[in-house]
Each structure stands twice: as structure tokens, then as C-alpha cells.
């Protein structure tokens, strides 16, 4: 079982819709990170929380110890939201990831 | 320009050579990671090393080698390639300091083994 489940997996959405993307863990962590990979490859952090929530423009990461459970949303969502966002644990001094979840937002 | 770089971008060679990807970076950062992405799969670290001293394994060292050469550069060798290491390969840094470890990725290698 990993350690890191991301669901869904694929996700089309029309723009405009509210998107929520799912993130659960198995162990104990110090902190969970959202990440977003566009097509070209790059990677770039979009959060970091260890509790309650976070808030940056139209995405918002929220997270809940005790059900190890965190979730990203995005508002008034845009085709250039289209990308591959993962969720990642930190504990001890590595991180685990998710193993992604494909946004596609169409016009 | 980019703080975290890699090189090559793309690489394609043959079963059996001995490939090196190469990453530097201006941040300053002591800790410095080498991960690989297949399609389905999240991110597996290969290396990390925390200072020029300081190599440790992985969860998915067998095959690949490292070499910290200052605490701006940190390279990954494929020894003897093979078709199964055929993936995208990132490498990230990230600051000893902090209460967290937000990493920094560079672009990424794709790298195929024929």
C-alpha cells in the first residue's frame, strides 16, 4: 500500500468549476506539501501546512491530522490550471509522494 | 536565470553505458536530492546528500551512484545503463535551516535507454 494516495487520478473540469483534489497518508508527519508539474516538466511548491490552512490566490490547501487527510481546492478554475498537482509528506528529513493527480481544465 | 539547473535536458543512449546527469544550483542550499518519475508513480528518491560530506541512499539507490562535488553541485552516474532506468529524473535542493523541507526542483532530465 503507498504511503501517499492521491485521488482522483485524472480529473477533467469545465472552466469556471470548483475543483477539489484529495491527499491521505498512512504515518505520522511533520508537514504535507502541494506541488503543481505543468507539462514541460517543472516543478514548483504551492503549499506547505502541518495544520489548518492555507490560502494563495485561487487554491487553497487544507489539511486534518488526525484523519491524515489534506485536500487542494481551486476556485473559478482556468485552462491554465491544467497540470499535474502531487501531494507529498514530510517526515523525518525526506518526503513521500503522491503519486499525482492529472488536472485538465477545458474552455 | 534558474536557481536549480540540470543537464542534459534530454538524453537518449544505449543499454550498457555509462551516462552522468549533472545539476548545480545558486541557492545556497546545503541539502541536495536526486529523484525519478515514471507515469504512474510518484517521485522516488535515488540520493540525497546534506552537505559536501554527506551521502546517503534512497529507496532506490541499485544501479546509480553519486558524487557531491561542491555544495553547488551534485551529480548522479548510471554506471552500466539499462532499458528500466528509462525515466525523468529530477533533482532538488533544499535549505538546512528552516522548520520545513520545501525543495526546490530543477527542470528535469529525460533520459531513455534503448
Known amino acids: 500500500k503507498n504511503e501517499v494516495e492521491q485521488s482522483p487520478q485524472n480529473l477533467t473540469a469545465q472552466e469556471g468549476e470548483f475543483i477539489t483534489i484529495n491527499c491521505s497518508y498512512s504515518?505520522?508527519?511533520?508537514?504535507l506539501h502541494w506541488l503543481q508539474q505543468h507539462p514541460g516538466g517543472g516543478i514548483v511548491s504551492l503549499f506547505m501546512?502541518?495544520?489548518g490552512k492555507k490560502k494563495h490566490g485561487r487554491l487553497i490547501a487544507t489539511i486534518n491530522i488526525q484523519e491524515k487527510h489534506s485536500s487542494l481546492h481551486i476556485t473559478a478554475s482556468h485552462p491554465r490550471d491544467s497540470a499535474v498537482y502531487i501531494c507529498?509528506?514530510?517526515?523525518?528529513?525526506?518526503?513521500?509522494f503522491g503519486a499525482g493527480t492529472i488536472l485538465r481544465v477545458k474552455s | 536565470d534558474a536557481d536549480v539547473t540540470q543537464t542534459p535536458r534530454n538524453r537518449i543512449t544505449k543499454t550498457g553505458k555509462r551516462i552522468m546527469l549533472e545539476c548545480s544550483q545558486t541557492?545556497?542550499?546545503?541539502?541536495m536530492y536526486w529523484y525519478r518519475q515514471d507515469p504512474g508513480l510518484g517521485l522516488r528518491l535515488i540520493y540525497y546528500s546534506f552537505d559536501v560530506k554527506d551521502i546517503n541512499k534512497g529507496e532506490i539507490s541499485d544501479g546509480y551512484s553519486v558524487s557531491r562535488q561542491a555544495q553547488a553541485k551534485f551529480s548522479l552516474s548510471l554506471e552500466s545503463a539499462i532499458p528500466n532506468q528509462t525515466a525523468l529524473y529530477f533533482c532538488?535542493?533544499?535549505?538546512?535551516?528552516?522548520?520545513?523541507?520545501?525543495?526546490?526542483f530543477g527542470p528535469g532530465t529525460r533520459l531513455t535507454v534503448l
Open positions: 507529498a509528506v514530510e517526515y523525518g528529513n525526506k518526503l513521500v
Open positions: 501546512l502541518s495544520s
Open positions: 504515518v505520522g508527519i511533520s508537514a
Open positions: 541557492k545556497g542550499h546545503d541539502r
Open positions: 532538488a535542493t533544499s535549505d538546512l535551516g528552516g522548520n520545513h523541507n520545501e525543495q526546490f
